[in-house]
């Protein structure tokens, strides 16, 4: 079983306010991804860390969220300013590398509700 | 662009087997991996294939054609509790591109 740890479960938010998920990754993985999985069930990147550095983030994530993976705390995935668009589970995997067979072991997941 | 394709649904008989197709287009290609998600639940790594052929796993197998950028899941002796959605993931190769791009899984559904 993964023991990557996400929390909340469940976050309801109001269009405009705050949104902020945090993610523990599986000791001893330095890598950390964040997904946003819709109700369509499509994935879609949002930033990747290897230790406390970011390796990749889509434009989005740039501009409206911001994310963090200080050492000695939980990873956090916030949105700025949240947008009913943003509705969706927003999936947390660690992995032990970035190369090629790095298994992903993802946490539960958070799941945005944006009224 | 890139981008990863599934059949939204399959169905299956208890007993028998299910294959579950998978296409890709990446500009460069490290891995394709496999995940199973239930219902509410996280994706759970199956497996990884990186050479072309057949990599038999017993219970899943998978198969990789590297040239035809295509992929299967195939799941053999199915259960009930085999139904879940199956997830293909595909990591580019580049320099750089460390993220894997997912499909929107195909949803097995085995039935008595």
């Known amino acids: 079983n993964s023991k990557v740890i996400q929390t909340p479960r469940y976050l309801v938010k109001g269009q405009g306010q705050k949104a902020k998920m945090r993610c523990i990754p599986e000791k001893g993985h330095p890598v950390v991804f964040w997904y946003q999985q819709n109700k369509n069930n499509e994935f879609k990147f949002l930033i990747n860390?290897?230790?406390?550095?970011?390796?990749?983030q889509i434009d989005m994530t740039e501009k409206r969220f911001s994310a963090e993976c200080p050492s000695n705390s939980p990873c956090s995935l916030e949105i700025q300013s949240s947008e009913a668009g943003d509705s969706a589970l927003y999936l947390c995997?660690?992995?032990?590398?970035?190369?090629?067979?790095?298994?992903?072991?993802f946490g539960a997941g958070t799941r945005l509700s944006v009224l | 662009g890139q981008g990863v394709e599934q059949p939204d649904n399959l169905m299956s008989v208890e007993g028998t087997f299910a294959r579950v197709n998978c296409t890709y287009s990446t500009s460069g290609f490290n891995g394709l991996s496999w995940y199973q998600q239930r219902e509410g639940h996280a994706p759970v790594f199956l497996s990884y294939v990186v050479l072309d052929g057949l990599k038999d796993s017993g219970h899943f197998s998978t198969f990789l054609s590297r040239s035809n950028g295509y992929s299967y899941l195939l799941l053999t002796e199915l259960q009930i509790k085999d139904s879940a959605s199956y997830l293909c993931?595909?990591?580019?190769?580049?320099?750089?591109?460390?993220?894997?791009?997912f499909g929107a899984g195909t949803r097995l559904k085995v039935i008595a």
């Open positions: 860390f290897q230790n406390q550095e970011v390796l990749q």
């Open positions: 995997a660690s992995s032990l590398g970035t190369g090629g067979a790095g298994t992903l072991y």
């Open positions: 993931a595909v990591r580019d190769g580049n320099t750089g591109n460390y993220k894997y791009v």
